[in-house]
């Protein structure tokens, strides 16, 4: 579980910041009307703030490279 949770620490800190600045945002600005659907309610915009961080700091995560395998050699993480 900790190691699954390391590999993955970059996904729930931009999760994290991203829901703290959805909610800033619904707080701040908002939508008066109520027909705006990711600003009217602080659970839709902290949600949608949380799956839009989560994927910016994703882009980051490094992944390991793979050598390609040719006939009669064994496989090597680089």
């Given at each position: 579980m900790?190691?699954?949770?390391?590999?993955?620490?970059?996904?729930?800190?931009?999760?994290?910041?991203?829901?703290?600045?959805?909610?800033?945002?619904?707080?701040?600005?908002?939508?008066?009307?109520?027909?705006?659907?990711?600003?009217?309610?602080?659970?839709?915009?902290?949600?949608?703030?949380?799956?839009?961080?989560?994927?910016?700091?994703?882009?980051?995560?490094?992944?390991?490279?793979?050598?390609?395998?040719?006939?009669?050699?064994?496989?090597?993480?680089?």
């Amino acid at each position: 579980m900790k190691k699954w949770f390391k590999s993955n620490a970059l996904y729930f800190i931009g999760a994290t910041v991203g829901a703290l600045a959805g909610y800033i945002y619904w707080q701040q600005v908002g939508c008066s009307s109520g027909t705006c659907m990711i600003t009217s309610k602080p659970i839709n915009s902290t949600l949608y703030g949380a799956m839009m961080g989560s994927l910016l700091f994703g882009m980051f995560k490094k992944e390991k490279k793979k050598e390609i395998i040719k006939e009669g050699e064994t496989n090597h993480d680089i």
